[in-house]
């Protein structure tokens, strides 16, 4: 048993792909020193950068088609009309016919045109933020979601300050519930008279100079607030040049699921766009003076989610970065090493020494005939009979020969 655990051992240890050297093979360099430093430090700064990245969120916007029909639809209005509210009438008209009184009602309430200077100030800084906000919003839309602010602007201060002269304007402000279907809320000179087909508006007591749809939109939005959304009429104003105007703004309202960590639930964007021009029936062109919203549904409804990145593709973009740049870090070490080197004529000193060697190593003598006769002189007691026998042979041979010498 303990046998076969070895040859498993030695089988599993062939398969290491990854052989070590051992450290006489190693060459530390001052070069890879310092790229080693660096690499850690380059390394250490990339985590930190893709710890930041992986805690920032990303949205994702999915279309899929609106589902629920029977959903009503709630308009919030908060608009002022330079007219007394005595000649002021607003309602509803759909495509499915339903009674005006069925949509709620409005609170009128009689004012001045001119706001007073807090309200100035407010409504001048709502002009602008959204002024920006639509025409940045492509750039700033995450921003937006995120911030989980759903009255940017705030409510419009009360008044301070009420003039001498009569009230000359009419404010509405509420919200009314209506069908997801096409329709028109308007705002037209004289009061609603309810009728079996319809409605009409009652204004025949009014004089042509009674007429002014001057108006300022305070607030103009579907559904209930969430982050992230812009209404585009918000601190929009029309001054009428003519008694007779007509002001016409047609919206696409599109349903909008909001699921992000500030805020979940259900509300709706807008798209608009007005067109204004005056009623004359002597240069035919022929309505009715007032202010119409006109609006539509979408049928997509559309889907704001906000997650995180995935925990694999994080820790798979950590080990990219630490394996590339140890990577690219030792060829640059290698690279930066040679070069420096070969400036400082170190390589060829390097070969040139190491030919020497080789070549020292070749031409190495073996050790001299006479080195090997003295070792032999004195064998060892147990050494072969025949290099004693032939030691002892060539003693007598030799003192031979030097005594024939000496007798010639």
Known sequence: MLRHRKKTLQVVKKLD???????????TTTTGGTFSVLSHLLILWLIVMEGLYYMETKFTYTFKPDTSFSEKLKINVDITVAMPCKYVGADVLDMTGEQVMTFGELKLEDTWWILDP???IHFEGVQRVNSYLRDQFHSIHELLWRSGYTNIFGDMPRRLFFPDTPTDACQLTGSLGINKVAGNFHITA????????????LAVFMEDSDYN???????????????????PLEGDEQIALKNHMTYQYFITVVPTMVNTYSHYGTSFQYSVSEQSREISHAQNSHGTPGIFFKYDTSALKVEVVEQHESIIAFLTRLCGIIGGVFTCSGLLSRIVGLCINCLTCRFFKKSSKSGEDEDEVKTVPGPSASLLSSVNLNPPDNGPLLAASTTSLSVPLISASLQDTSST
């Not at 792909?17 to 060459?27: G, Y």
């Not at 939109?217 to 579907?222: A, E, G, L, P, R």
């Open 190 to 201: 004289g009061k609603t008279i309810p009728l079996p087909r319809g409605h009409a508006h």
């Open 213 to 231: 749809f001057t108006h300022r939109i305070n607030k103009f939005s579907f559904g209930e607030p969430a982050p992230g959304i812009i209404h």
């Open 17 to 27: 792909a990854f052989p070590k050297t051992s450290e006489e093979c190693v060459e």
């Open 118 to 120: 807090d309200q100035q």
